[in-house]
């Protein structure tokens, strides 16, 4: 635990960073006009978020990889910093990052203005970007391939390993995605779970894993700064796609993401209720399962504001968190 004052340290500079050049981004974003569209069928106080700068995950994501680019120069000079492994998540963040840039584009000012980029087009690049992932886990950082709670030798899982790393990678990253429709939501939800991993990897002696992952929390408190309701700016596909997939890989190098459900309950949670809108939906010809979906938008219509779900959710999400590093533990 010697190791958990300079983690810290990390997320506190983070924060610094972000708060200080959020300020800048956000007359960037503002000068070129690049501004959320909202659904018509969301609810209608979302309208008021029309024209919200987008594409904000930019905000949280260039002070981690600067950060992580510094702390590695670091090591140059004999100072410890933050190993190279780390630069798996770093490239994954980035490639997440782009492809959901170039959704959040096409949505503002391409030929599918309001929608973005084509469901099928960008679940290919989803797999194909997981795939190569799940294999530099598996080939290059030869991590552990499963824990399971109360078991304390990790299950080898073979030729199994890369399907299955890839499809929690694009479900994750399509999760945080679906979870990030209110002020403030997706990065308490995403935080937590970094702070959870960052202790799992504290306790398993993976120093540098929980450096990244409280680097990511200091860079997300940075951004909630301003994205706190009402919001100044939303994080868009290019945060919430490079948030999602990033968890991912930390889970799979901690071997711990048997528990990432648990952990993650929220966006797991926002994730299943449109597979079940979907599917109920069609198999009754039209009749629909929660009043909306992904599930936030289902209690705001309940009559929740969007602050008492953002609240409750984080709160259960908190507990969620606390359960599965118990059970990491166990």
């Known amino acids: 635990m010697n190791q958990m004052p300079l983690s810290l340290s990390l997320a506190v500079l983070a924060f610094m960073m ?93 030929p599918r203005k309001g929608e973005g980029m084509r469901s099928r087009t960008k679940f290919l690049i989803q797999v194909a970007l997981a795939l190569g992932v799940a294999w530099a886990l598996q080939d290059l950082l030869q991590a552990p391939d499963l824990y399971l709670p109360g078991y304390p030798v990790p299950i080898e899982l073979g030729m199994w390993y890369i399907p299955i790393a890839a499809f929690i990678i694009v479900a994750m990253s399509n999760a945080v995605n679906f979870t990030d429709g209110l002020d403030g939501l997706a990065g308490l ?10 202790g799992i990897a504290l306790m398993q002696g993976q120093t540098y894993v929980a450096r990244f992952c409280f680097l990511m929390v200091g860079a997300l408190f940075g951004y909630l700064w301003f994205n706190v309701h009402p919001a100044q700016l939303i994080m868009g596909d290019t945060g919430s796609q490079a948030l999602g997939a990033t968890l991912t890989v930390i889970a799979l190098m901690t071997g711990q993401w048997a528990v990432l459900p648990v952990i993650a309950i929220i966006p797991v949670s926002e994730m299943v209720s449109v597979v079940i809108q979907i599917l109920y939906f069609r198999a009754t010809k039209g009749r629909r399962f929660f009043k909306m979906a992904p599930i936030h938008l289902h209690f705001e219509l309940l009559g929740w504001s969007e602050t008492q779900v953002v609240q409750r959710f984080w709160l259960i999400g908190l507990l969620a968190a606390m359960v599965g590093v118990g059970l990491a533990l166990v």
């Open 18 to 110: 972000t708060v200080i050049w959020g300020g800048p981004l956000l007359r960037i974003l503002r000068h070129f006009k690049v501004g959320k569209i909202i659904r018509v069928e969301e609810p209608g106080h979302h309208q008021v978020k029309m024209g919200t700068p987008t594409m904000g995950g930019v905000m949280f994501i260039a002070p981690v990889i600067l950060l992580t680019i510094l702390l590695n120069a670091s090591s140059l000079a004999g100072v410890e910093g933050i190993g190279r492994s780390i630069f798996l998540p770093v490239i994954t963040m980035i490639v997440f990052a782009v492809m959901g840039a170039v959704d959040d584009w096409e949505g503002i000012r391409g």
């Open 189 to 198: 939800i995403a935080a937590t779970a970094f702070v959870a991993y960052g």
